[in-house]
């Protein structure tokens, strides 16, 4: 869970820090050292209006769900875990006991990733207006929507929707190593200056397309 924030930059690092220790574990899954899980003991509760709203959202159902299910073992006999049965891997495993889910989303000439290109338009004032798809505009003809609103890039604009969560991708991947600054101004800068190498603008491309209405954001969404 706290993987899956950060890595949508969601939260900061230091966020995903303290979430981990609070439940007594590290990042990477492992059990706490002693020394952490003894400071747990002492730490002050994790208030959830502290984080961003879609964060705090996503904890607040997963804190409730359980809930729910602790409230449901006091009242149903729980029953204990056969591995060779109930486990994915066992080897009287039988898939047909899992639910089957079908969705179907249908799309049709819309965007699934924004491209780089398209992400450092929209500054320019034509950009504000409609195109034609021949370039031979007429009456009557079909338009094409407007590329950007002519004052901003379209990376801007959604930096400008939200900023904190612009400030988190830069935290990620300097603690990752992927760039040397935590400046998230120096990552916008080296964006549009086409400095970064290609993992960092899928990066980039990534965090913009789950927060604009894009194909991939929806798929995404009925995963999770």
Do not use: C
Not at 16 to 39: C, N, V
Not at 129 to 134: I, L, M, R, V
Not at 181 to 198: C, I
């Amino acid at each position: 869970m706290v993987r899956g924030l950060l890595a949508e930059s969601l939260i900061s690092p230091k966020q995903a820090q303290s979430l981990a220790q609070a439940a007594g574990i590290a990042l990477d899954g492992d059990e706490a050292p002693m020394t952490q899980r003894s400071r747990v003991k002492n730490q002050k509760p994790i208030h959830l209006t502290r984080f961003p709203a879609l964060a705090a959202e996503r904890l607040a159902f997963f804190f409730q769900s359980l809930k729910s299910i602790e409230e449901q073992s006091l009242v149903k006999t729980p029953k204990s875990f056969e591995p060779s049965t109930d486990a994915l891997t066992g080897a009287d495993f039988d898939p047909g006991s899992i639910p089957s889910l079908t969705q179907i989303i249908p799309a049709y000439n819309e965007v699934v990733i924004p491209s780089a290109e398209f992400l450092r338009s929209g500054a320019e004032p034509d950009d504000a207006k409609n195109g034609s798809p021949d370039d031979q505009p007429g009456l009557g003809d079909l338009t094409l929507p407007p590329q950007g609103d002519g004052v901003n890039t379209n990376l801007a604009f959604m930096i400008s929707q939200f900023p904190d969560e612009w400030v988190f991708l830069t935290k990620r991947l300097h603690a990752e190593g992927w760039i040397e600054t935590a400046e998230s101004q120096d990552l916008y800068s080296d964006f549009m200056k086409q400095r970064l190498n290609h993992e960092i603008i899928v990066e980039i491309r990534l965090w913009t397309a789950m927060r604009m209405q894009s194909v991939a954001k929806t798929v995404i969404g009925a995963l999770q």
